[in-house]
């Protein structure tokens, strides 16, 4: 393993590196970005602790803190503030269109993921995603397909024979 003797004290421990490598984030940046949004959401949660259990505010702000959090997939569940105070830069990497895109089996792999989206062969509802740090929500998941015009889709269409005639000749 070679050491960078520039940017060492940069590095901030071995985590930033394991978490890159494991879910193929292209931008060093994109890691401190998740960082940064977690420690606002673990301010948030402290300041809404620090309230009154019974205060409508607290209860208002917690519900609508807890419902974000779990529309886009960071939690599991949004009964509880102990999930947020767990919320971690690997949480907003696993909603990832890449690694979502692997959870479902659309890829093999999140490289070849990477690459199928930077390609253009992805869309998540009709819009066509080429950005593979793209966030995909809970409710995003579900009209995550391939392209109309890929020739992956032709292929797996082929495989399942799901392939029509009319498909064949266009």
Not at 15 to 39: A, F, I, P, S
Not at 79 to 103: E, N, P, Q
Not at 121 to 132: A, C, L, Q
Not at 154 to 165: F, G, I, P
Request: contains cysteine; aromatic residues 8%; glycine residues 4%.
């Amino acid at each position: 393993m070679n050491t960078n003797f520039l940017d060492y004290r940069n590095e901030k421990g071995h985590r930033e590196g394991r978490v890159t490598q494991c879910y193929r984030l292209v931008e060093r940046d994109d890691y401190n970005k998740y960082n940064g949004v977690c420690l606002m959401v673990q301010k948030q949660v402290s300041i809404i602790k620090q309230m009154d259990p019974r205060d409508p505010f607290r209860i208002q702000m917690t519900d609508m803190l807890l419902d974000k959090l779990y529309n886009m997939g960071v939690i599991s569940t949004n009964k509880s503030l102990v999930k947020c105070d767990t919320l971690s830069a690997s949480s907003f990497c696993r909603r990832r269109l890449a690694t979502v895109m692997k959870k479902i089996k659309m890829a093999e792999h999140l490289k070849g993921a990477v690459t199928y989206i930077q390609q253009g062969h992805v869309r998540v509802g009709p819009e066509v995603v080429t950005d593979p740090t793209f966030l995909v929500t809970r409710n995003m998941e579900d009209f995550i397909t391939w392209v109309d015009s890929s020739k992956i889709k032709k292929k797996v269409m082929e495989y399942n024979d799901a392939l029509d005639d009319f498909d064949v000749m266009a």
